[in-house]
């Protein structure tokens, strides 16, 4: 079992960053792909990036160029460098682990989110 936990979550005005980590504890997590989803009420989670073992990166669509994930497997961390933000970008942000990049929310293990809120 991983276990996920989130933070760097908050409310930020456009145009502003935030960095989200996700710390992980239970497995080594050197061997999995780490990923970042969001999700706003009533809509399905949202791939936002990942990065597998190899530290290859892979964006959602609205967030490239302006996201950029990273690892750091000494520390069992992920991170999420967000750039630029909009008030589209307001969700509860989740960090997964999975063995294989997927693009669905199908990732074995879940954090339980921060929240991330950008005013205009």
């Known amino acids: 079992q991983v276990q996920l936990v989130e933070s760097g979550g908050g409310l930020v005005q456009a145009g502003g960053s935030l960095r989200l980590s996700c710390i992980a504890s239970?497995?080594?997590?050197?061997?999995?792909?780490m990923a970042w989803f969001r999700q706003i009420p009533g809509k399905p989670r949202e791939f936002v990036a990942a990065i597998n073992p190899a530290a290859t990166e892979f964006y959602g669509d609205s967030v490239k160029g302006r996201f950029t994930i990273s690892r750091d497997n000494a520390k069992n961390t992920a991170y999420l460098q967000m750039n630029m933000l909009r008030p589209s970008d307001t969700a509860v942000y989740y960090c997964?682990?999975?063995?294989?990049?997927?693009?669905?929310?199908?990732?074995?293990?879940w954090g339980r989110g921060t929240q991330v809120a950008v005013t205009s």
């Open positions: 997964a682990a999975n063995d294989i990049v997927i693009t669905t929310d199908l990732y074995d293990f």
């Open positions: 239970g497995r080594a997590v050197s061997r999995y792909v």
